[in-house]
């Protein structure tokens, strides 16, 4: 336990931040011009981070696997951004964000973190307007807003159903503005699979250039990681094709501390699987349940019917439908939290009530429709039913959408302190890579605050503390022997890969992998699942290593090597995941162990045991990874078992 | 239903390229086509036929503009206002063959097979595709009002997704309609005013010197735009970049 300092700054909540700005130290103008900063990673997090270090006067190197910085998965996020501006006059307040979200995430985050999070969330927004974000505005040319689950004010600014787009072409922009002036050195197609740690401290890393395939190293005085979450460990769920947790698993086989693997997000509203040949889920955004109700039959019967194509949605009576959120929830309906949502719905589906293959549940749109008029309906959803209509084939305007949950987002990450760094000094972490803000369960809007927020605003202060020491650090000339034996690493890894020769494809295993992680390791887990899901992913992880096949050479453009080494990684995250949610003998938020539940069906937190952060770190392949904890103080809310009813 | 595909197939940037023809069995309606290629790449490495056809994708949900395929002589294939991605078979009739190939355009070089290298777009956009702010010491969002007419077009442009469809259907290369939809998001906003000409000018200069063609007006990118950005903001385009030269 003495290995982890947070660092949180003396003082009362509301001047933690202000404090630290005020003592920390600073690396002058013509000391910056010395500095390399490399960012991994091009989201809204990686992005408004490269951009604002390099107007500052930072060297910056940033790397990105896709073909351009503005194809990072923050781009598909739709419904919004959360701040406390409070522009509508609803009572909306930092401290009221602040609370939401330490409420919202089932009371597992950081204060001191969050309120930070909830104090520059209103300078984003400004932000971005500067930028010429085109955010959605009333009549009279302010700023509009709407509501998003866990919140009874309406906080949320957006753009159409583009939010994620639009903040992340601002941040592209500010960003692609640097590399015209030659402070940004950008590395498109290049995918990170090392780092260098000099003397205890980050100092570059290795990538390779996915066109050519060579290995190449780089150095920098720090390293930021800002490459998202670990989701598609499942195979099946709401990111991009590409979106990987491998630049955070070598972080972690190099001493960075890995925090909460077992949280979770399992987003309520997404298209339903309708084959096995599916790559990936659409989400339908949170904002749909602004207007949209979910509902299922009341009767067994109706269900059933439904099930096997003999009656329609529409037929079904307004008195034999449940309306089940509105009914459990009367205070937030439809707009409890995502991870009250997602449980709901499974438990109504396990409970026979399910429509179209059985695991789906009905948003419907109807009243709004009726309230509002078919016009205002498309205007706020518009691209969304559009979106529905494409994949499914069936018009949300006359039939209610089905969905079902979905993987979507990963709260738990990198270890942070307050300054964002990792326990390796000089190696930081932003955005869904690191685990700080959300606790155990995320809010609608906040992952795109929080990207922002560590991006430009946060890291580009806190960095500078740890830099003003490195003013006298010349640049590596990278020949030193660390980078070469990390690269030897990398080339010998990768040697090996080549070599397995086997019979399956490298998307084959993946999605055995997946199901089993979502299976035991899913929606609801038990200690069963869990000692299960260990000896099994050990198991799949010699497999892998024996059956895969990965066609072509290592020297050239080649998607299946690039699959293939983060699939590896996969494997062994998901054994980390099961092995947290062992250990974790409570429910909260996106963790739900069935042993630990109320009568009711709620997640049954257990504060006396496990009020803490979980950091766990690698000990070496053939032995099991330590468990660090980082007790959660609250001194500023009551903590209290989350109520949505009244 | 069962397909016959003929598929772009080129090793390298300069190696000579050709179709090579491949065939799909039991394809689900429901599946998008780029499903459909994952489950010919499965065939084609399980069953040691050859290496598995590269193509660029990420999203696959119509808004990282990661992915595109020329399909049967049309931008992301045969269904409007989608991308690649988004494209289902049920779009296509068993026994039908299918032909794809990467996009077609000088700056867009040929990386592998259906990859093409399209960071000739994010040279224009380092151009002037921004307005000039660093990060703070910038004022209240709501302190310029902007009217929602103005602020629901510059959205209509800002939807574009750089995937280039635009510049892969024209018979010029062209890349106005890529270029029009950032100016024009920027000329009905308030922000960046002050230095909306030389916006103008050096991202079009950009965009001649990287090798993309004028536009001649035929309204092929229009059609074929997967956001459905209308060539009304190569109208606006125009407008500035004229209007910056005068004065």
Known sequence: MAKLNSKIPEGPLSRKWSNYKAEQRLVNPANKRKIDVIVVGTGLAGASASASLAEMGFNVKTFCYQDSPRRAHSIAAQGGINAAKNYQNDGDSVYRLFYDTIKGGDYRAREANVYRLAEVSGLIIDQCVAQGVPFAREYGGLLDNRSFGGAQVSRTFYARGQTGQQLLLGAYSALMRQVNKGTVKLFSRHEMLNLVVVDGKARGIIARDMVTGKIERHFGHAVVIATGGYGNAFFLSTNAMGSNGSAAWQVYKKGAFFSNPAYVQIHPTCIPVHGDFQSKLTLMSESLRNDGRIWVPKKKEDAEAIRAGKLKPTQIAEEDRDYYLERRYPAFGNLVPRDVASRAAKERCDAGYGVGSGLAVYLDFADAINRLGRKVVEERYGNLFQMYEKIVDDNPYETPMMIYPAIHYTMGGIWVDYELMTTIPGLYAIGEANFSDHGANRLGASALMQGLADGYFVLPYTIQNYLADDILTPRMTTNEKEFVDAEEEVTSRIDRMMQINGKLSVDHFHKKFGLQLWDLVGMARTKESLEKALVSFKEMRKAFWTDIKIPGSKDEFNPELEKAARVADFIEIGELMARDALMREESCGGHFREEHQTEEGEAQRNDEKYMFVSAWEYKGESQEPELHKEELIYENIKVAQRNYKK | ?247
């Open chain 2, 1 to 247: 239903m069962d397909l016959t595909l003929k598929i772009w197939r080129q090793a390298n940037a300069t190696a000579k390229g050709k179709f090579e023809t491949y065939t799909v069995k039991n394809i689900s309606p429901d599946s998008s086509f780029l499903e459909m290629l994952d489950i010919l790449n499965q065939q084609l490495i399980e069953d040691n036929i050859a290496t598995p056809v590269c193509f660029d994708h990420d999203c696959r949900e119509g808004i990282c503009g990661m992915c595109g395929l020329y399909i049967n002589g049309r931008a992301h294939g045969p269904d409007k206002g989608v991308t690649t991605c988004q494209l289902h078979m049920r779009k296509f009739k068993d026994g039908d063959t299918i032909v794809i190939e990467p996009w077609r355009a000088k700056p867009f070089p040929i990386i592998k097979d259906l990859v093409v290298d399209r960071t000739a777009f994010d040279k224009i956009i380092a151009a002037g595709g921004y307005v000039s702010v660093n990060t703070g010491g910038i004022p209240d969002a709501n302190a310029i009002p902007i009217s929602k007419k103005d602020a629901d077009t510059a959205m209509d442009a800002a939807a574009c997704i750089g995937c280039g469809a635009c510049v892969a259907s024209c018979k010029n290369a062209s890349a106005m309609l890529f270029v029009a939809a950032k100016v024009s998001q920027f000329a009905h906003l308030p922000q960046g005013k002050v230095e909306a000409k030389e916006r103008v000018k050096n991202m079009v200069s950009k965009m001649d010197e990287v090798g993309f063609g004028n536009c001649t007006n035929t309204g092929a990118c229009e059609a074929e735009c997967p956001k459905e950005i209308s060539i009304l903001h190569i109208a606006k385009l125009n407008r500035e970049f004229f209007a910056a030269k005068i004065c």
